[in-house]
Nanobody
Framework: VQLVESGGGLVQPGGSLRLSCAAS????????MSWYRQAPDNPRESVAT???????TYEDSVKGRFIISRDNVKNALYLHMNNLKPDDTAVYFC?????????WGQGTQVTVSS
């Protein structure tokens, strides 16, 4: 199992980014997948989750601004982030649990600043 995130960067408040997570070694549509983020001196927190049936859940502070999605053909996970705020600044990680083992990507930095 391998996860590789991309798409982070520096964006002004109110801007948008799309994060991608390329997956290999498993099929994204069969597993629960999540995006997490970790800001300096803070614990890693769950941002959004997509279940195998397509249902999604979001952390309260990102509801209405972030959308998690997946592409079963490309075997990839995405996080569409709109109306970004400085508090969204963090390293973003994708996550999957396969055969009771947690897998993480290396993370991608998102910085929201004017």
């Amino acid at each position: 199992v391998q996860l590789v995130e991309s798409g982070g960067g520096l964006v002004q408040p109110g801007g948008s980014l799309r994060l991608s997570c390329a997956a290999s070694g498993f099929t994204v549509g069969y597993y629960i997948m999540s995006w997490y983020r970790q800001a300096p001196d803070n614990p890693r927190e769950s941002v959004a989750t997509i279940f195998s049936n397509g249902e999604t859940t979001y952390e309260d502070s990102v509801k209405g601004r972030f959308i998690i999605s997946r592409d079963n053909v490309k075997n990839a996970l995405y996080l569409h982030m709109n109306n970004l705020k400085p508090d969204d600044t963090a390293v973003y990680f994708c996550n999957v649990i396969v055969n009771y083992k947690d897998y993480w990507g290396q993370g991608t930095q998102v910085t929201v600043s004017s």
